[in-house]
């Protein structure tokens, strides 16, 4: 089942990235995009602010952390975390070429 957003204000900016929260039915899900996969991702856009980065790209962070979810990706705590290689998987595909 995909997640679905908490809410528009569910999310949190930590040191090792912003924490957000979805829904699985009824029930709230925890995750996290790192703070590497956020500066990789603004590479070259000039961006530096993790909150600026992740509301600009949030559907598509949003999409990464359900389909980890439905995917069994999920850390023993029950996290979901986005990191660089889910989020930049260009950035990885170039290191194997």
Known sequence: MP???LNDSAFDAQFEG???GM???SSPVRCL???EA???KAQGSGQAESLDIFHEYRSELENLAS???DAGQIKSD???VVDSADLNPEQF???LA
């Open 93 to 95: 595909q170039q290191g």
């Open 18 to 20: 912003v924490y957000f």
């Open 78 to 80: 029950g996290l979901v």
């Open 67 to 69: 389909a980890k979810y």
């Open 23 to 25: 829904w699985n039915g």
């Open 3 to 5: 997640l679905t957003r």
């Open 33 to 35: 995009v790192t703070h």
């Open 38 to 40: 956020l500066t990789d």
